[in-house]
């Protein structure tokens, strides 16, 4: 397991749709980041501002020039969905994770640990069952 290097796949997959906010992160953008709410729809990110619909990419998400390195425009600021990820071995698998070493394939319980650990600064552990 290493650490995250930015490539971008997580931003890339997820926000066009696969994320979620609650209630009480809208409400606390509402009051501290009111230009978040531009891109909040009916409970929806990441929304067109004058449109309403769904965007296919992530407003927030920068690319450096001339590098695959992917950077977040509100990172202290984002949705709890994206300060989680990765949360298992078997989504970082699905996604191509660049976090997942070979290694980890095979030792998932241990990767999982190690994962857990890594992230520990950003989600609680994994919890069994
Ligand atoms: S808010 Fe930031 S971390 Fe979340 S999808 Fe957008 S760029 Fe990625
Ligand atoms: S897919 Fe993995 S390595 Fe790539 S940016 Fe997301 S967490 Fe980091």
């Known amino acids: 397991m290493q650490e995250c290097n930015s490539c971008g796949k997580c931003c890339t997959k997820?926000?066009?749709?696969?994320?979620?906010?609650?209630?009480?992160?809208?409400?606390?953008?509402?009051?501290?980041n009111p230009e978040l709410m531009d891109y909040v729809k009916d409970g929806k990110i990441?929304?067109?501002?004058?449109?309403?619909?769904?965007?296919?990419?992530?407003?927030?998400?920068?690319k450096a020039p001339n590098k695959n390195?992917?950077?977040?425009?509100?990172?202290?600021?984002?949705?709890?969905?994206?300060?989680?990820?990765?949360?298992?071995?078997?989504?970082?698998?699905?996604?191509?994770?660049?976090?997942?070493?070979?290694?980890?394939?095979?030792?998932p319980i241990k990767a999982q640990i190690a994962l857990d650990r890594l992230m520990s600064d950003s989600r609680p552990p994994l919890k069994k069952g």
């Open 14 to 32: 997820y926000s066009d749709g696969g994320l979620s906010v609650t209630e009480d992160e809208i409400a606390i953008w509402e009051i501290f």
């Open 46 to 62: 990441w929304m067109h501002p004058q449109k309403g619909n769904q965007l296919t990419l992530c407003p927030w998400l920068r």
């Open 69 to 107: 390195i992917y950077t977040c425009d509100i990172y202290e600021d984002r949705p709890d969905d994206c300060k989680f990820y990765p949360v298992t071995i078997q989504q970082m698998k699905d996604d191509e994770c660049e976090m997942l070493q070979s290694a980890d394939l095979a030792q």
